[in-house]
Structures are given as C-alpha cells and as structure tokens.
T-cell receptor, first 111, second 114 residues
Framework: DAGVIQSPRHEVTEMGQEVTLRCKPI?????LFWYRQTMMRGLELLIY????????DSGMPEDRFSAKMPNASFSTLKIQPSEPRDSAVYFC?????????FGPGTRLLVL | AQSVSQHNHHVILSEAASLELGCNYS??????LFWYVQYPGQHLQLLLK????DPLVKGIKGFEAEFIKSKFSFNLRKPSVQWSDTAEYFC????????????WGLGTSLAVNP
C-alpha cells in the first residue's frame, strides 16, 4: 500500500518564481494537511482539508501561499512569488481517522 | 488555546541509557495523544498513540508512553536507547472530536552516542 506521495522531493528556484508542490494522499483518507518545517519555527500547520474542502487555513503565511484540493487524490500548494524566507521542508499528511501519515516532504530552497 | 510543551529541547545519551522525554499539554477536554519520530533527513513517523483505555501505551521499537490525566502529561520512555534512536521526537495532541487538527510540540532532539 503506497503511502503519501509528494513531488518534487527537492526544488531549487529563484526569488520571484512560482513554486508548485504536489501531494497524493493515501487512498481512502478524507483529511489532508500541509505543513512547513524550519529550524527556527519547527513544524507549522499551514492548511488542512476535509473531503476536499479547506477547513482551516489560518496557518497560511500570506496571500502568496495558496492550496487546492480538486479531488480526493490530489492537492497542490502554490507559492507565488516565492521568497528566500519560504525555504523549508514542506510536508503533506493524510488521515482517515485520528492518525496522520506523512509524506517524504519537499525540500524547497529559494535563492 | 491548546498548547503542547516539550521540556527537553536537546538530549544527549550514551547507548543503553534510559530515556524519558517530557510532554505536557493544555486542554480541558478529552484528547488524543501522539508521539512521532523524525530520523535525520526523513519524514515523521508515528511512534505510538493514546486514544482511550490503558494509559500505558506501547509503540514501535521498544518505546512506551504513559498518559497521566491529572498532570496533563504524556511522557515518552525507553529503557535502553540505541544509536539508531538518534532522531527528533515530537509530541502532538488533538481534541477527541471530529477535528483532526494536531497541536504540536517544538520537538526534542535526541543524540545517542555509541
């Protein structure tokens, strides 16, 4: 059984460019979470969805960040325009009941 | 507001030493409790969880945790650590309703010296 799949695994981009991170949750899971992890701030919840509907986006840093979940098997997190302070590891997690299962993460570096 | 506090930010142990990592939470209702581990360069993996029942829960790799409701605590323990336990450990809490949102501690970095 495949776990949570994220792509790309690594992304290096220049300031001002658009970045799109992708996530495929575990089949049958109805919750999807996007997290950001940095040394300074630790693990931060950005947004989460239930049945493809955003429930809480209070953790999204600013309007440059947006997330969508067009169907139960796919979600994107977009940063436009990207800034160096967005450099972090971005994790996607999914859940059917109370336990969240994490993907391998996307390591983003904005130069 | 809910919060999770992990008292030890960095812990250094020698192999075979015993481990206890503290976790306290603030929330007045019924909670679900979790410990996750993140090995260097990897994603978070579930170590163990408590929803109800026996307050002493056993997880993978010889870890266990005890829920003490009166102390709002969920400390992680292992009687004898190994070098391979070197990792970051995160405590997390959710309310036991339909909300799946986890409140996370800042993590404890464990280094085990061989």
């Amino acid at each position: 059984d495949a776990g949570v799949i994220q792509s790309p695994r690594h992304e290096v981009t220049e300031m001002g460019q658009e970045v799109t991170l992708r996530c495929k949750p575990i089949s049958g899971h109805d919750y999807l979470f996007w997290y950001r992890q940095t040394m300074m701030r630790g693990l931060e919840l950005l947004i989460y969805f239930n049945n493809n509907v955003p429930i809480d986006d209070s953790g999204m840093p600013e309007d440059r960040f947006s997330a969508k979940m067009p169907n139960a098997s796919f979600s994107t997190l977009k940063i436009q325009p990207s800034e160096p302070r967005d450099s972090a590891v971005y994790f996607c997690a999914s859940a059917r009941q109370e336990t969240q299962y994490f993907g391998p993460g996307t390591r983003l570096l904005v130069l | 507001a809910q919060s999770v506090s992990q008292h030890n930010h960095h812990v250094i142990l020698s192999e075979a030493a015993s481990l206890e990592l503290g976790c306290n939470y603030s929330y007045g209702g019924t909670v679900n409790l979790f410990w996750y581990v993140q090995y260097p360069g990897q994603h978070l993996q579930l170590l163990l969880k408590y929803f109800s029942g026996d307050p002493l829960v056993k997880g993978i790799k010889g870890f266990e945790a005890e829920f003490i409701k009166s102390k709002f605590s969920f400390n992680l323990r292992k009687p004898s650590v190994q070098w391979s336990d070197t990792a970051e450990y995160f405590c997390a809490v959710s309310n036991a309703g339909n909300n799946r949102k986890l409140i996370w501690g800042l993590g404890t970095s464990l280094a085990v010296n061989p």
